[in-house]
């Protein structure tokens, strides 16, 4: 069973920085892209930065220059610094990613996994 721990959220001041950790754990072959979201109350859940299997990332425009997404392969980690933090981050982040399990005997597939959530909270 697959599963997406995510850890390190908390309340920190403006201007502050957190350090976002999701670590994939089970029987895994291997992991494509991996991905943070946020969700603020009342609103639609937001990409906030992705990173592909080589390591390639991206971005959204509102976290750029301030956000970096990083991941660990051998860990099967995927990592999210936030730093000049502001009262606008405050959300739900949720770790996700394609993650290829066994599948039968022979056989794998590429699936779909959330985290459970982590709130992060900036205040002014």
């Known amino acids: 069973q697959v599963q997406l721990v995510e850890s390190g959220g908390g309340l920190v001041q403006a201007g502050g920085s957190l350090r976002l950790s999701c670590a994939a754990s089970?029987?895994?072959?291997?992991?494509?892209?991996m991905r943070w979201y946020r969700q603020a109350p009342g609103k639609q859940r937001d990409l906030v930065a992705a990173?592909?299997?080589?390591?390639?990332?991206n971005y959204a425009d509102s976290v750029k220059g301030r956000f970096t997404i990083s991941r660990d392969n051998a860990k099967n980690t995927v990592y999210l610094q936030m730093n000049s933090l502001k009262p606008e981050d405050t959300a739900v982040y949720y770790c996700?990613?394609?993650?290829?399990?066994?599948?039968?005997?022979?056989?794998?597939?590429?699936?779909?996994?959330w985290g459970q959530g982590t709130q992060v909270t900036v205040s002014s």
């Open positions: 996700n990613a394609n993650i290829r399990e066994p599948y039968g005997s022979t056989s794998y597939r590429t699936s779909n996994y």
């Open positions: 990173v592909t299997g080589g390591g390639s990332t």
């Open positions: 089970g029987t895994i072959f291997g992991i494509n892209a």
